[in-house]
């Protein structure tokens, strides 16, 4: 498993401070000469002892980056996701139309977005929810997801606003070839064969040459969403690429799109709730993702994110309303529930960072609760 401790802490070695310099002794008084007293000579100055050099500054140990903190209130994340979700229902349309893209709305949308995960995770949480609203399209509503996903990895892996921007709209696009193609596909997903099979893996290919025609104003967009099917080991599609040669942010991508497709499935495969999914990711990560980009989404989603139902040590049922970024397991927790599940009369609220006797044990299943 991922941890966060697997962060490799920098160790600073103190400089031992230098001997001091021995003093010279004093020098013997002069004998008497025969005849008058020669004047004294003048005393030789003393030599300063050798300044030491000061030690090295220490080097700060290295840490994950901490997401971008910028001043101004955040804005209004659910209205925000379902502007972007609207807008993308227009793209759809332009996969079977020639008119012009929309490229000035979508990149002030994507801004904002940004802008909105740089003052806080709001806006990752809406998008994490897992539950679509009733008659969305799919593509749409999980295309943006997508695209919030891999800008709050992006966030975590110290990108700068127009990183994250590139990111955004290549996120936002990555499936539009899969509008060209059945709709019935995406249900079968699981069991595709043959034909079906080879038209979905190249789906990355038709969505690229797709964009292409769109003319964005940076290409660097098109290879993203080429490459966004690639994994580590050669496993991926279209082409196979492997590790180095698999673009960067195709990587925060295909993480992202992996995510999202665990939580919230196209075909009627069980969907994972978010710390399954993670554990999931976490469990491939030498053959799929690298594991900085594995540890940025564990940094932001935990094992136990908010919302889930865990069990404690104690037996108490509680809440998990808020993660300790340096302590993913170890989450703020209210507790409603006492050890023989009855319903607290006022939930409690502790945190297990500060309680080292407590811990979680594992989720609450459904039908248990």
Same mark, same amino acid.
Request: proline fraction near 14%; aromatic fraction near 4%; glycine fraction near 6%.
């Given at each position: 498993?991922?941890?966060?401790?697997?962060?490799?802490?920098?160790?600073?070695?103190?400089?031992?401070?230098?001997?001091?310099?021995?003093?010279?002794?004093?020098?013997?008084? !002069?004998?008497?000469?025969?005849?008058?007293?020669?004047? #004294?000579?003048?005393?030789?100055?003393?030599?300063? *002892?050798?300044?030491?050099?000061?030690?090295?500054? @220490?080097?700060?140990?290295?840490?994950?980056?901490?997401?971008?903190?910028?001043?101004?209130?955040?804005?209004?994340?659910? @209205?925000?996701?379902?502007?972007?979700?609207?807008?993308?229902?227009?793209?759809?349309?332009?996969?079977?139309?020639?008119?012009?893209? #929309?490229?000035?709305?979508?990149?002030? $949308?994507?801004?904002?977005?940004?802008?909105? $995960?740089?003052?806080?995770?709001?806006?990752?949480?809406?998008?994490?929810?897992?539950?679509?609203?009733?008659? +969305?399209? /799919?593509?749409?509503?999980?295309?943006?997801?997508?695209?919030?996903?891999?800008?709050?990895?992006?966030? =975590?892996?110290? /990108?700068?606003?127009?990183?994250?921007?590139?990111?955004?709209?290549?996120?936002?696009?990555?499936?539009?070839?899969?509008?060209?193609?059945? &709709?019935?596909? $995406?249900?079968?997903?699981?069991?595709?064969?043959?034909?079906?099979?080879?038209?979905?893996?190249?789906?990355?290919?038709?969505?690229?040459?797709?964009?292409?025609?769109?003319?964005?104003?940076?290409?660097?967009?098109?290879?993203?969403?080429? &490459?966004?099917?690639?994994?580590?080991?050669?496993?991926?599609?279209?082409?196979?690429?492997?590790?180095?040669?698999?673009?960067?942010?195709?990587?925060?991508?295909?993480?992202?799109?992996? /995510?999202?497709?665990?939580?919230?499935? #196209?075909?009627?495969?069980?969907?994972?709730?978010?710390?399954?999914?993670?554990?999931?990711?976490?469990?491939?990560?030498?053959?799929?993702?690298?594991? !900085?980009?594995?540890?940025? $989404?564990?940094?932001?989603?935990?094992?136990?994110?908010?919302?889930?139902?865990?069990?404690? =040590?104690?037996?108490?049922?509680?809440?998990?309303?808020?993660?300790?970024?340096?302590?993913?397991?170890? *989450?703020?927790?209210?507790?409603?529930?006492?050890?023989?599940? =009855?319903?607290?009369?006022? *939930?409690?609220?502790?945190?297990?960072?500060?309680? #080292?006797?407590?811990? +979680?044990?594992?989720? +609450?299943?459904?039908?248990?609760?």
């Amino acid at each position: 498993m991922v941890r966060m401790s697997d962060l490799v802490r920098g160790v600073v070695r103190e400089v031992p401070p230098r001997p001091a310099e021995r003093a010279p002794d004093p020098a013997a008084e !002069p004998a008497p000469a025969a005849g008058p007293a020669a004047p #004294p000579a003048p005393p030789r100055p003393r030599p300063e *002892p050798a300044a030491a050099p000061p030690p090295p500054a @220490p080097a700060p140990p290295p840490r994950a980056v901490e997401p971008v903190i910028s001043t101004g209130p955040s804005e209004d994340s659910e @209205p925000l996701l379902g502007q972007l979700q609207d807008l993308l229902l227009e793209v759809r349309d332009l996969v079977r139309t020639p008119r012009d893209f #929309p490229w000035p709305r979508l990149e002030a $949308l994507v801004d904002r977005a940004v802008t909105s $995960l740089e003052r806080s995770p709001d806006l990752f949480w809406v998008a994490n929810n897992p539950a679509a609203p009733p008659g +969305v399209d /799919y593509l749409a509503f999980h295309q943006a997801r997508v695209a919030v996903m891999a800008m709050r990895i992006g966030v =975590n892996t110290g /990108y700068d606003h127009r990183r994250l921007h590139t990111l955004g709209l290549a996120g936002c696009l990555i499936d539009v070839g899969l509008w060209q193609m059945p &709709e019935t596909l $995406l249900r079968r997903i699981d069991s595709l064969t043959g034909e079906e099979l080879a038209a979905y893996r190249g789906h990355p290919r038709v969505s690229a040459d797709i964009v292409r025609r769109w003319a964005p104003s940076n290409e660097h967009i098109i290879q993203i969403v080429l &490459e966004h099917h690639e994994r580590e080991q050669g496993q991926g599609f279209p082409q196979g690429l492997t590790t180095a040669a698999i673009n960067a942010d195709a990587k925060v991508l295909g993480l992202a799109d992996t /995510y999202t497709s665990l939580t919230l499935p #196209p075909s009627a495969r069980p969907r994972l709730r978010p710390h399954e999914a993670v554990r999931d990711i976490v469990k491939s990560r030498h053959e799929s993702f690298p594991s !900085p980009l594995i540890k940025a $989404l564990l940094s932001e989603i935990s094992v136990f994110p908010p919302g889930t139902v865990v069990r404690l =040590n104690t037996e108490e049922i509680g809440r998990v309303v808020a993660v300790n970024r340096n302590h993913p397991l170890r *989450p703020r927790i209210e507790v409603v529930a006492d050890s023989r599940g =009855n319903r607290l009369p006022t *939930p409690k609220m502790i945190d297990l960072s500060e309680s #080292p006797f407590l811990y +979680v044990t594992g989720p +609450v299943s459904e039908g248990s609760r």
